[in-house]
């Protein structure tokens, strides 16, 4: 870690500097320093590792894998469980259906989203990035392909660096034909979930996809091809904002990737035999593995940096060394940088974890996860929403009765045909309240489906009031479909009953 800030708050992450010093001649041969803004990216060739962390990569890339391919082949009930009908505005998620006016849960969704990064950020770094991140399990997913094909970290670069020739020109072909079949996939796996997967593949099968299909096909697919296959390191470094502001929530008892330079220092290449304490060496043996390994080519032994997405390949890859070498494992581990200054065990870390940010995150996430799941709970299955007659605010009839008109748009968002009544609840104001519908109560509402209902309501104003009462339609579900299973629900929603005639 970098000296210069040891007193700071935060931990110390080195920047990358992009400037790159430049020597030119001028016309009388005289050479000048011009800076270049950019760095000519060098292409990084990540080596395999095998470890601990290596293996939840694996088992983080199968499962969400596993659940984005296969999800969309999954039905319930009948249909996809999972579709996003933008066309009918209608969202399955397995046994519900949510409509746009339920855009509360989406909110919910993306505060739990965020608060659980921020949380899982402060307790242990960047643990989305370096395990689920999609640009990290795809690359993951294409660098595999790549060592399929052309081998190892080795055998990559000595490709790479031969002439082209037919060869050559035979692995890289095969290589990017895999990789374009698995974008492929993936696009269309995407849109599958926007339109009916199995329609879609009939579509495919037809060549009768439609311009909208075929344009998020591809451009998902380029998206995943150009970002896995091409940018990779490139796209966490310098397009993902996460890079740029996750310093912000470390401190300095956040779980990160260490290299424990007291005990690594000095460093120096030894026999497998040697004393190294005699040698006055570090035990590290300055393999560079820790940055043969890494996706982003940096040496954690600088320090921390933005770049490191703390994936942990190092510490798989040093403590194979450390293996070898006879040596305690741990000389890149993950720890905090009190730990590391004070020396502390690991029950020690876990004690200091517990401080006020993670606890007020913990709370917060925990308050907002329990009412959106209270809310989820109780939502009610049918939306109403009460329009009044533009055209007559209300009318006097024979008798002393007032009448009003309304319009009435119920939305039935259950997978089941219900019967509804509609009703008015009293009011202290209102008496002998009628309602009368063109249709002949209860109302008969398919599944997910919506009506407009014209509804005129009636009543005798107490002690001749006049001007608007507030009045409560109650719009209640008495059965299924079959009207053998009792499912009572009901929903109320305001709306003003008008009165002719001066108010007194």
Not at 194 to 205: K, M
Not at 326 to 354: C, D, M, P
Request: net charge positive.
């Amino acid at each position: 870690m970098n000296d210069a800030l040891k007193n700071t708050d935060l931990p110390r992450v080195k920047p990358a500097s992009p400037v790159i010093p430049i020597k030119l001649a001028d016309s009388s041969g005289e050479e000048t320093l011009e800076q270049s803004l950019y760095e000519v990216r060098k292409k990084i060739h990540p080596r395999s590792v095998h470890g601990w962390f290596a293996g939840w990569r694996v088992f983080f890339i199968i499962a969400t894998q596993l659940a984005f391919y296969g999800t969309a082949w999954l039905e319930w009930g009948g249909r996809q469980a999972l579709l996003f009908d933008l066309g009918a505005r209608k969202f399955y998620i397995f046994g519900l259906v949510f409509w746009p006016q339920d855009f509360i849960y989406l909110t919910a969704l993306l505060v739990i989203s965020a608060l659980s990064l921020f949380l899982f950020t402060a307790v242990a770094g960047r643990l989305w990035c370096g395990y689920a991140c999609p640009q990290t399990v795809y690359t993951e997913m294409f660098i595999w392909i790549e060592r399929k094909i052309e081998g190892d970290r080795g055998a990559r670069i000595r490709l790479d660096n031969e002439p082209f020739g037919a060869r050559k020109l035979g692995l890289k072909a095969l290589k990017h034909g895999a990789w374009i079949a698995l974008a492929l996939w993936t696009g269309v796996t995407f849109v599958g979930y926007f339109t009916p997967i199995r329609e879609l593949l009939g579509e495919v099968g037809n060549l009768s996809f439609g311009p909208w299909e075929t344009f998020w096909v591809l451009f998902y697919a380029f998206a995943t091809y150009g970002n896995a296959g091409w940018m990779r390191e490139q796209v966490c470094k310098y397009m993902c904002p996460y890079a740029r502001f996750q310093s912000a929530m470390f401190d300095p008892d956040t779980m990160i990737i260490t290299y424990d330079k007291s005990r690594g220092d000095p460093r120096g290449s030894r026999s497998r035999g040697a004393d190294h304490r005699a040698l006055s060496l570090g035990d590290c043996v300055d393999c560079g593995i820790c940055v043969q390994v890494c996706p982003t080519g940096i040496d954690i032994r600088d320090g921390l940096q933005y770049e490191c997405i703390g994936c942990a390949a190092c510490i798989d890859g040093c403590n194979q060394v450390m293996k070898k070498m006879g040596y305690a494992k741990g000389l890149i581990r993950y720890s905090t940088e009190n730990a590391l200054n004070n020396g502390w065990n690991f029950r020690q870390i876990v004690t200091h974890a517990f401080r006020p940010r993670v606890v007020i995150y913990s709370a917060i996430l925990g308050a907002v996860i329990i009412g959106a799941s209270v809310g989820l709970m109780l939502r009610v299955p049918v939306k109403v929403d009460v329009i009044r007659d533009r055209t007559s605010l209300g009318r006097e009839l024979a008798g002393g009765k007032i009448e009003n008109i309304y319009r009435l748009q119920v939305m039935n968002t259950t997978e089941k045909a219900h019967r509804f009544v509609i009703r008015v609840a009293d009011t202290h104001e209102l008496k002998d309240i009628e309602v009368l519908t063109d249709v002949k109560q209860p109302l008969q509402i398919d599944a997910i489906s919506t009506i407009a209902i014209p509804v005129r309501v009636r009543a005798t104003p107490e002690h001749d009031k006049r001007g608007s009462e507030r009045i409560h339609f109650i719009i209640e579900a008495s059965d299924d479909e079959n009207h053998l299973l009792p499912e009572v629900f009901a929903i109320s929603e305001k709306s003003s009953f008008f009165i002719p005639g001066p108010a007194r």
